[in-house]
């Protein structure tokens, strides 16, 4: 099924020629012509029964004795096939919160999961025949997609550079919106936006969870830590050499080198051991 446009005239005029005709019926009913009275009569009747009012950002679906005869986009006064069923299709943008999900990540981990669905219907024709209930069947599709799409991924890849739901928002709503607009095609609906509103660890792995993202944060930070140390012990003992302040054998290297490191990668402030005499 495809939208077309139905066959449509001005209403006011038409409505004035109705009004125009009814009263000459009521003459011709008054002078004694009773076969053009009820002519015009009828032909009144027909003229009313295919009035119709469109509001803006709607769509009327003109439906004749099952046969679809198109949709009315424009909105205002019009006249249209008589004695067809007039139903209205909503044009304007729509949203749609989804319920909280509980799902499994691509990893198995239970996750809370919820997402907007910014739309609009574009075939006013598939929406009203292609689907029972086009708003019912949006809202059971979104959620439909939203699970799939975050069985797909990891909550959090915790430094592996793969794409995760916390960590890729824009990456994780294109792919969201890709999906819904398949399966939202045969609605005649288009997919404007679709985003990630709630995205959690389910209760129960919350706590574990955390401490697993703290540890990752902490490894993290103490591994540029100890890159900081070993290239600044490296810099000290390089400058000590090039200006000859001292003469340093491989022993005393090492134990420099391991005071340095020490002193550098310590949470605690270093107590100096000051040296004032020598046995040698």
Known sequence: MTEKSAWKLNGFLMLFLAVFVLAAAVCSFILGYILPGVLFTLFSMIVFSGITIVQPNQAGVVIFFGSYM????????????????????????????????????????????????????????????????????????????????????????????????????????????????ERLEVAGVEVIEARLTHLAYATEIASAMLQRQQASAIIAARQKIVEGAVGMAQMAIAQLQQEGIVELDEERKVAMIN??????????????????????
Not at 141 to 160: C, I, M
Not at 259 to 280: D, K, W
């Open 259 to 280: 005071n340095l490191l020490v002193a550098i990668i310590s949470e605690r402030g270093a107590q100096p051991i000051i040296n004032t005499s020598s046995i040698y």
């Open 70 to 181: 198109g949709s009315i986009r424009d909105s205002g006064f019009f006249l249209t096939v008589p004695f067809a069923n007039r139903n209205k299709v909503s044009l304007r943008v729509s949203n749609f919160n989804s319920k909280t999900l509980k799902v499994n990540d691509v990893e198995g981990n239970p996750i809370e999961i919820a997402a907007v669905v910014v739309f609009k219907v574009v075939d006013s024709a598939r929406a009203m025949f292609d689907v029972d209930n086009y708003e019912q069947f949006v809202e059971i599709q979104s959620e439909t997609a939203l699970r799939h799409v975050a069985t797909k991924y990891p909550y959090d890849d915790f430094g592996e550079g793969g794409i995760s739901l916390r960590g890729n928002a824009e990456e994780v709503a294109h792919e969201l919106s890709r999906e819904l607009q």
